[in-house]
Structures are given as C-alpha cells and as structure tokens.
C-alpha cells in the first residue's frame, strides 16, 4: 500500500471535495482525507497510475499540481476563497498578508513573489476579484443591502466597494443587480 498526497488545482468549494473522492474512489483509491485543494489517498500497486489519476481529475476540470511553486499558489487561492466564505472578513482586522504568513507557514514576500511570477497577477488584486465574485454573488440573492454586503466582504464603507465594482465590472452595483442574467464567473476562473 503506498500513501500519497494529490495537490489539485481549481477546488473552490465542498461540492468540489465531493466530487474528486468520488472520482479518485472510482479508480480504485482509497480516500483517507480531502480538503480544498488535495487529497490524500492509498493506493495497492501501481495501479491506478497516475496518468490515469491527473486524466480523469481532467475529465471534471480538476488537475494534478506537481511542482512546489504551482502547490503554494493554489494554497494562496484556496485559503482566500475559504476566508471570503468563512465570513470573518466582516469583524476581522487581519491583514491579508499576516492571515497568508501565518495559514501558510510562509513569509509573505516569498508567498507574494511566487504568487505574482506563476499568476501575473497581485495578490492583492486577486483577492480584490475574489471579493467582487462574492459581491455579486451576494448582490443576486437579495437578502443584504449594499453597505451589508460591504462590510460582509471586510470594506469599511459602501464608496471603497462601489468604486472596486465598477472598476471590475464596469457597471455600478444598482445596474448589475438590475440585470437580467447576470455574469459571474466561477472562483476557479478568477
């Protein structure tokens, strides 16, 4: 029995968990544990292989991670997605450098130059999309009003939100809630 820990790009969410246990336990593994973003599994043999395991990940939009780099950045994504999820963006005053430090076991200004040279992208204005995907999100359900899901999303007032949303979207929060079939992207897609 050999034990071995998959790293799996684009899981964003529980269904996404769901979904790679039930693949990986098609091919034959055994699942021990699954979070956002890999799995631990056993194997007899040398089979399923893993050509076999990153084909069907691929089959459902997943894939293998293999080296270090591409693991910590996927790290980064999957641990602002669960903070933006968790809801504490609201009442907590972490940083997001400190809250990546400190999740990731990293310094910062490795974890932000890595993220930055693989993704071409801040991390800073990763985290800004994210929180604009949530906003509409939260926008199309109705529930909240615009100052809520602003201070829900961590921004101190309404205008710091607003102004983020219309630079992304093009388009004020009023007229995105306004439309008909809005656009969103998935959080594997940001």
């Known amino acids: 029995m050999e034990k071995m820990t998959l790293h799996i ?15 990986l336990e098609a091919l034959g593994l055994e699942v021990v544990h699954i979070q956002l973003g890999k799995a631990e599994v056993t194997r007899t043999g040398d089979k399923p292989s893993m050509h ?6 691929e089959r459902f939009n997943f894939g293998l991670i293999k080296d270090e780099e591409s693991v910590l950045v996927e790290k980064v994504k999957t641990s602002l997605i669960q903070w933006i999820d968790s ?4 009442t907590d005053e972490t940083s997001l450098s400190d809250y990546l430090a400190k999740n990731l076991a990293k310094s910062y200004a490795t974890i932000s130059r890595v993220f930055s040279r693989k993704e071409e992208l801040t991390i800073e204005k990763y985290f800004i999309r994210l929180k604009i995907e949530k906003a509409k999100e939260l926008v199309g359900y109705g529930t909240l009003s615009f ?6 999303l961590g921004y101190k007032n309404l205008q710091h939100l607003s102004r983020q949303f219309k630079e992304l979207t093009g388009m004020s929060m009023s007229a995105y809630q306004k439309l008909q079939n809005p656009s969103r992207k998935s959080l594997d897609k940001v």
């Open 9 to 23: 790009k684009n899981m964003v969410c529980d269904r996404c968990e769901m979904v790679i246990e039930t693949a």
């Open 147 to 152: 100052s809520e899901i602003a201070y829900q």
């Open 87 to 90: 809801g504490d963006l609201e």
């Open 52 to 57: 076999e395991i990153e084909k069907e990940l």
